[in-house]
């Protein structure tokens, strides 16, 4: 089993940052590939960004491509999502996600590991 633990959330003005973290334990080996997905009230849960943990290679929706930056600290085992130039629209609570295999990582039926979730609220 896998837990995954968010932090940084919180309150922002418009063209303000936060950073996320997740924080992962238990059997992490297993563990190849983590996102960050976002869900807004009446709305679907979205990816935002994912990273694969062996390669480093990382994805990004179009909403947040250039604004914001997924990374990882292998010896932490943490992932962490820079938010920069924050939106109204940005505002939802945001999840970690993480499994060994993905095949569209924008699905989030593809993780059968979640965090309990940290909440973004971006004022205008």
Same mark, same amino acid.
């Given at each position: =089993? ?10 922002? =003005? ?5 950073? #996320? +973290? ?18 807004? @009230? ?13 390669? $480093?290679?990382? %994805? /990004?929706?179009?909403?947040?491509? $250039?604004?914001? *930056?997924?990374? =990882? ?6 992932? %962490?999502?820079?938010?920069? +130039? #924050?939106? @109204?629209?940005?505002?939802?609570? /945001? /999840?970690?996600?993480?499994? +060994? ?11 059968? /590991?979640? $965090?309990?979730? *940290? ?6």
């Amino acid at each position: =089993q896998v837990q995954l633990v968010e932090s940084g959330g919180g309150s922002v =003005q418009a063209g303000g940052s936060l950073r #996320l +973290s997740c924080a992962a334990s238990g059997y992490t080996r297993s563990i190849n590939f983590m996102a960050w997905f976002r869900q807004a @009230p009446g709305k679907e849960r979205e990816g935002v960004a994912g990273i694969s943990t062996i390669t $480093g290679v990382t %994805y /990004y929706s179009d909403s947040v491509k $250039g604004r914001f *930056t997924i990374s =990882q600290d292998n010896a932490k085992k943490t992932v %962490y999502l820079q938010m920069n +130039s #924050l939106k @109204p629209e940005d505002t939802a609570m /945001y /999840y970690c996600a993480a499994d +060994s295999y993905v095949g569209n990582w924008l699905e989030s039926y593809e993780y059968n /590991y979640w $965090g309990q979730g *940290t909440q973004v609220t971006v004022s205008s």
